[in-house]
């Protein structure tokens, strides 16, 4: 296998294993194990195992925004753009590996002073929100600009409590909900 092959397997591999049990609960070993390969490949390609937790941390990220893009633009523009983020929600919700935020998950799991994944972390965070103001300012008109800001957290906002209540509960509720609430708030 080619380098980027390699590093590409460890990545996804860690992925999985991170999402399903945990950044605590996945040892290198474990990682080394499910990508088969040696444990020497493993650190030619990362020095530790924070360096593979920021790695699964842009992989899941980039491909959730990717996704996340093309759902939102395949939907009429206006208003049903901004409530698609909660039908794309839905069907992450649906998916059989849906296990809530893996942000969230990863962040509860690390020391607070553990700087390099928060950063990380609220990076995503704050070019999530970025993503949704976008969709306002081209969706809603009538919104001031000085408003979009402010719009675009309460909608993030709603988003997280339904991801992270949607798991908690194991039903689809919190979502819905949201939802309705997004809709209020963006009339």
Not at 45 to 66: D, G, P, R, T
Not at 180 to 186: A, G, T, V, Y
């Amino acid at each position: 296998m080619k380098h980027a092959e390699v590093k590409n397997k460890i990545i996804e591999t860690a992925s999985f294993l991170f999402y399903k049990n945990g950044y605590n609960s996945t040892g290198i070993n474990q990682i080394i194990a499910e990508a088969g390969i040696a444990k020497a490949t493993l650190y030619n390609h990362f020095k530790s195992k924070e360096e593979i937790c920021v790695a699964y941390l842009q992989y899941k990220n980039m491909n959730f925004l990717k996704d996340f893009k093309n759902f939102i633009s395949s939907k009429p523009q206006g208003r049903s753009q901004i409530l698609a983020i909660f039908d794309f929600l839905e069907l992450f919700y649906q998916d059989k590996d849906f296990n809530g935020c893996w942000c969230i998950k990863t962040v509860s799991e690390i020391p607070k002073d553990n700087e390099i994944i928060r950063t990380e972390i609220q990076a995503q965070k704050n070019d999530f929100i970025a993503v949704i103001a976008k969709l306002i300012s081209n969706n809603l008109n009538e919104i001031k600009i000085e408003q979009v800001n402010s719009l675009a957290r309460q909608i993030y906002l709603l988003y997280e409590s339904a991801v992270g209540e949607s798991h908690l509960h194991q039903e689809n509720w919190p979502i819905h909900e949201s939802k309705n609430l997004c809709e209020k708030i963006i009339a």
